[in-house]
């Protein structure tokens, strides 16, 4: 019996293990832990990085270098947004300790969701004290590398 390895199809449920990095390290990386989940076209993984995986076999291991911009798009300077320190004190966090780089998670206005923004700076001014965060994905109009392990496909 000549059975084809199975592939990554539209709407594949897969398995696998996947590192995304930028130049500064990897951001996304569950080849060190439990692999992941996900299906094909539900918006777990962005439109671009699912493009690479279709067609990918059952057992397949491959890295991608996408160039900068194409994983997550350009970054977007409208997306650099200064947040009154009394805003984040309304969402429960009264007593943190700030520092540039932390990442926050933040609900969506339906409050169904939640959307991550990183600490960028500080300011102390007639305007009060706010916090500039950053709300473009981390790898945005960065080159990106993709490794890919496809473990299982359903």
């Known amino acids: 019996m000549n059975s084809k390895p199975a592939t990554v199809q539209p709407g594949s449920f897969l398995t696998l293990h996947y590192r995304l990095a930028g130049p500064v390290g990897a951001v996304i990386n569950t080849f060190n832990e439990q692999p992941a989940t996900l299906t094909l076209g539900t918006g777990q993984l962005s439109p671009t990085l699912e ?17 900068a911009g194409s994983a997550f798009g350009p970054h977007n300077p ?10 984040l004190i ?18 969506t206005p339906d409050g169904l969701g939640r959307f991550a923004g990183s600490v960028q700076d500080f300011r102390s001014d007639a305007k009060g004290d706010a916090v500039l965060f950053d709300f473009n994905h981390p ?4 080159p990106v590398t993709f490794e890919v392990h496809v473990i299982g496909i359903l």
């Open 51 to 67: 493009a690479y995986l279709l067609g990918l076999t059952e057992g397949s291991h491959t890295t991608f270098e996408l160039p």
């Open 90 to 107: 309304d969402m429960g966090e009264p007593d943190e300790d700030y520092q540039v780089g932390d990442v926050l998670q933040f609900p």
């Open 78 to 87: 409208a997306m650099l947004q200064w947040l009154a320190r009394r805003e």
């Open 139 to 142: 790898l945005a109009g960065q």
